[in-house]
């Protein structure tokens, strides 16, 4: 079965840490994207990666970046967390053409 | 720009019952849309991706169709059980890249045992 592997399921972090969230696809797919998820907004894409050290912001990049130094891997920063940055952080993947998403399974963020 | 809106947004019904959940979108120019579920703290599970040239797509109980001119989308579950119980996300990819992926905010479903 496909994976993407997202290293941690829930992190608590202070306010003004910078904060890494890791994400590893084994299917070998081009593109790979970070959403956040809050009650009532929905999924908000956050940045978008369709190759190697490419990125592209998306809906909501202000105080994050990203980092792509390898296909299967993309991984989010927040510079210096803030209490507004506490959500459900979502990573996916997607081969280039006509095919689905796949997801990970999430990484619960509290900043305190 | 792209909206997708789900009907209705929360639906509880008891263990047997045939269901559907709606889902339609504002510029029918999609390459495809993807049902997907979540349950509560976890990721999305991808169930059902349905290219633009598809009517349907079946996968177990599940049955999703899709109308491109009219912007709707439904996902038929047959003999709902109590482990359906979830919120069902459509989303429809309208190319422009690799972020063209809009999605909607969901129904959440509870079937009663």
């Known amino acids: 079965d496909v994976k993407v592997t997202q290293s941690s399921r829930y992190l608590v972090k202070r306010t003004g840490e910078k904060v890494f969230l890791e994400c590893v696809q084994d299917?070998?797919?081009?593109?790979m994207f970070w959403y956040r998820q809050d009650p009532g907004l929905g999924l908000r894409l956050i940045y978008f990666?369709?190759?190697?050290?490419?990125?592209e912001k998306g809906d909501i990049p202000e105080g994050y970046s990203v980092s792509r130094e390898k296909k299967e891997r993309f991984s989010l920063i927040l510079e210096s967390a803030s209490t507004n940055q506490t959500s459900m952080y979502l990573c996916?993947?997607?081969?280039?053409?006509?095919?689905?998403?796949?997801f990970g399974s999430g990484t619960r963020l509290t900043v305190v | 720009k792209q909206e997708v809106t789900q009907i209705p947004a929360a639906l509880s019904v008891p263990e047997g019952e045939n269901l559907v959940l709606n889902c339609s979108f504002t510029?029918?120019?999609?390459?495809?849309l993807q049902w997907f579920r979540q349950d509560p703290g976890k990721g999305l599970t991808s169930l059902l991706l349905?290219?633009?040239?598809?009517r349907e797509q079946t996968s177990g109980r599940l049955n999703a169709s899709l109308d491109k001119s009219s912007g709707r989308s439904t996902l038929y579950i047959a003999a709902s059980q109590p482990g359906d119980s979830a919120t069902y996300l459509c989303?429809?990819?309208?190319?422009?890249?690799?972020?063209?992926?809009?999605f909607g905010k969901g129904t959440h479903l509870i079937i009663q045992p």
């Open positions: 990666s369709y190759d190697v050290k490419m990125k």
């Open positions: 349905i290219q633009s040239s598809q």
């Open positions: 510029d029918s120019a999609i390459y495809n």
């Open positions: 996916a993947s997607r081969s280039t053409g006509l095919w689905g998403y796949t």
């Open positions: 989303a429809v990819f309208s190319g422009g890249g690799a972020d063209g992926l809009t």
């Open positions: 299917m070998d797919h081009e593109n």
